[in-house]
């Protein structure tokens, strides 16, 4: 037969034992008074909190007052920064496109290329003498591959004013 | 169907929806605030504790999962409000909380004067119990949560919530006895 044991009886009052269990408590609440009057004393302790938990009192209307101003001076933080969070992207986004319009319609801005006066013609030399081996050495080679490509004959000036030292 | 229903509310909530918000804040508020007087065992306690309440919710909505339970969630964040209200006594311990049984007769609403003495030697008995194994007690038998429902609340075990009504049970049956003897 099993010993005294309270928690045993408050697992019971909470419905947690197992069959095997339930009928071991069963069988020594039959013989042991005292376990009997301690389970009735618990469970009329127990009917004694659910009845006093039933009782709800209604919320003050203060506290309500108090708690809706909170609540919506916090949505209205939640949505400043909500936005916060997406105005980086948008900005982005926003200059970027608007650099892409500038720079498609600032041709006017650069030197044309027939304007050759305003380079330095020296500088140009030197650079043109820096390539020569290369642009000799491609002819070289498209010949003995009898390649169709043909390499260029001068530097190309670009519309920019930039030279291409390909 | 009803299931559905829960997960399209959950959907709405971590959206902050106002609708949804609102429906969640009428259905519970009274069970919140009875909950933490019953703990706090003062109105005025109870009073900041909901407020404090609900405004975490609100601000923790955006972090529900999918398979969040509100009515649970939500005590568990009165749970936690209450723990914190707890550890700031513990450094200004010398404030006084809790009503006097008189505070508690001048509030009642008419009809309940005769359930007054009752109420009064539970809360008495509860107000002398450790937190944890009051909370225990007040959610499984004055809430009507399961043990496993307590435990998800409480941030424990469902075997250490058995544990701990064991225990509660038998403090709960001293203090309450000690109580009627002076009473």
Known sequence: MAACDVDSLSRYLDGDLSPRERHQLALHLRACPACRAELALLRRLDGTIVAWGAHRAPVPDETERRIQESVNAQRKVSRFVAFSRMMPAAVGSSIAALLVLISANLGWLYQPASNLAQVDAAHVQRIVKSNSEPLQNARRLSAILGSQTQAPTQPQVLRHGHFNLE | ?183
């Open chain 2, 1 to 183: 169907m009803a299931v559905a229903l829960e997960a399209a509310l959950i959907e709405q909530l971590r959206r902050q929806e106002e609708d949804a918000f609102t429906a969640v804040y009428e259905r519970h508020k009274a069970p919140i605030y009875n909950y933490l007087y019953r703990l706090s065992g003062s109105r005025e306690l109870a009073d900041d504790l909901t407020h404090d309440t609900f405004l975490s919710a609100y601000e923790s909505l955006p972090k529900l999962r999918p398979d969040s339970n509100i009515t649970p969630w939500l005590y568990r964040i009165a749970s936690n409000r209450f723990r914190d209200f707890l550890r700031r006594k513990r450094v200004i311990n010398w404030l006084p909380w809790g009503d006097s049984p008189r505070e508690e007769a001048s509030l009642a609403t008419r009809g309940e004067v005769d359930a007054l003495p009752e109420r009064e030697a539970v809360q008495a008995a509860l107000r002398t119990m450790k937190p944890e194994y009051a909370m225990c007690l007040v959610l499984r038998l004055g809430e009507g949560f399961s043990s496993e429902e307590t435990a998800r609340i409480l941030g424990i075990s469902p075997e250490a919530v058995r544990m701990r009504l064991s225990r509660a049970r038998q403090m709960f049956k001293t203090a309450y006895a000690a109580g009627e003897r002076d009473s």
